[in-house]
């Protein structure tokens, strides 16, 4: 079982950044690959991004390569996302997963555990 809570959001300008955190309970969390998600008002969620367990192996979405940047500190069990360069349309709730396994699964069916989101507002 792993109990996640994310926290960071807020409301930011076109072109600012914010740094999510998704922090979990557990012993075993480097043992878990995390996910970033989001969902917009009236949309489905939609994946952002993901991390191994070990933090080797990433895996983003089209829509925030370049801009977000996902890492962890299992010492910490946290993980951080680093969004630069913000958009109106990154406006979403986002939400981190977690599930052992492969961390390349951008349905959200296919994660286990999830956080309750934290809102992320950009403003044009």
């Known amino acids: 079982q792993v109990q996640l809570v994310e926290s960071g959001g807020g409301l930011v300008q076109a072109g600012g950044s914010l740094r999510l955190s998704c922090a979990a309970s557990g012993r075993t969390f480097g043992s878990y690959a995390i996910a970033w998600f989001r969902q917009a008002p009236g949309k489905e969620r939609e994946f952002v991004v993901a991390?191994?367990?070990?933090?080797?192996?990433?895996y983003y979405a089209d829509s925030v390569k370049g801009r977000f940047t996902i890492s962890r500190d299992n010492a910490k069990n946290t993980v951080y996302l680093q969004m630069n360069s913000l958009k109106p349309e990154d406006t979403a709730v986002y939400f981190c997963a977690a599930d052992l396994g492969i961390w390349t699964r951008s349905t959200p069916g296919s994660w286990k555990f999830w956080g309750q989101g934290t809102q992320v507002t950009v403003s044009s």
């Open positions: 991390i191994s367990g070990s933090g080797a192996g990433t």
